[in-house]
């Protein structure tokens, strides 16, 4: 089974948007445009797809519509993102996730699908990826232990997406 693109978890709260909004277990992956302006949504079967969804896309492709082109087999629904999450996506983009809007890691913590308990208690319940938005220190600390490592208080908590994760449209 394929390992979701952290762009599923960053990229499709940005335009409203989760992995569950596709149909129970239709959805396959996420990708996004280079440029930053499409998300590029992998489904296993478009019928399952709700018509809101459907008619929310900018841009439908159908039976392996984009295979040939850049290798994401299936149906694949295109959206465009907005541009006021420009910043927040250039950010997304270098791994510079604790640099991103308020707004936008509001929008990721709720629309993520990712655990998320806003919580001051010393463990650690939330998704480590939603974790990273704001450099936990109980992510720090978990790192430091599991990696026997210091990490300096300047460094991001995850790695920055995979150059997969992106095609050139």
Not at 5 to 26: D, K, Y
Not at 58 to 63: D, F, N, P, R, Y
Not at 71 to 100: C, H
């Amino acid at each position: 089974m394929k390992k979701e693109h952290l762009c599923t978890f960053f990229v499709l709260p940005l335009i409203g948007l989760s992995r569950f909004n596709f149909g129970e277990g239709n959805f396959a992956n996420c990708y996004v445009s280079e440029d930053l302006s499409k998300v590029f949504v992998q489904v296993h079967d478009i019928k399952v797809v709700p018509m809101e969804i459907k008619f929310t896309c900018t841009t439908l492709h159908v039976k392996d519509g984009l295979k040939e082109k850049y290798g994401i087999p299936g149906a694949v629904l295109e959206f465009t993102i907005p541009e006021l999450w420009n910043r927040d996506l250039q950010l997304f983009q270098k791994g510079l996730y604790s640099k991103m809007s308020p707004h936008a890691k509001d929008l990721i913590k709720k629309l993520s699908g990712l655990k998320y308990e806003d919580t001051k208690l010393d463990k650690m319940v939330t998704d480590y990826r939603l974790l990273a938005l704001d450099k936990s220190p109980y992510l720090r600390e978990y790192l430091e232990e599991a990696l026997s490592v210091h990490l300096t208080p300047d460094l991001e908590l995850m790695e920055p997406p995979a150059k997969e994760q992106f095609i050139v449209v």
